[in-house]
């Protein structure tokens, strides 16, 4: 396993992102030559406005009704936390790279399979949390 060093955007962390097939991700963006070098093992790299970014998954569901749990979320302390990172925090991550091939052909991939947050920007929800003044319930 390895680490690598970014900034986080449109991460699903301790809640799987279920738009299509349930996932744990984090797109990273990280520097040109971190990028570069990714690239040239085959994995795919997203240009962002932010810059480049690798992205790492933790697919739910595995093979024969398996079901993966959740990359483990820490602080700089090493103490696990439940919380949504926001887009542009500081985070390590810990991941696997794998290789295979199946009926589509040859396949890689970056297994995420832990993070540590560095600098928490928020995450901000949309709750309407700014409506309520104090002793007003909404």
Same mark, same amino acid.
């Given at each position: ?9 449109w ?5 799987p ?6 996932? $744990? ?19 795919? +790299? ?8 690798? +992205? ?11 079901i ?14 439940? +919380? ?6 500081? +985070? ?14 040859? $396949? ?20 309407g ?10």
């Amino acid at each position: 396993m390895a680490i690598l060093e970014g900034t986080a955007y449109w991460a699903s962390i301790t809640t799987p992102n279920t738009t299509f097939e349930p996932v $744990y991700t984090v797109n990273l963006v990280v520097d040109d030559e971190t990028a570069n070098d990714f690239a040239s093992r085959g994995h795919k +790299i997203k240009q962002m406005d932010e810059g480049p970014a690798v +992205i790492l998954k933790r697919k739910v569901n595995g093979p024969n009704g398996m079901i993966r749990p959740a990359p483990r979320l820490m602080d700089a302390s090493k103490q696990d936390v439940s +919380i949504a990172v926001g887009n542009g925090s500081k +985070i390590k991550v810990q991941y696997n790279e794998y290789s295979g091939e199946g009926k589509f052909g040859p $396949y890689k991939g970056l297994d995420l399979q832990a993070v540590m947050i560095t600098e928490l920007v928020p995450y901000k929800n949309g709750d309407g949390e700014e409506f309520v003044t104090d002793g007003e319930e909404f």
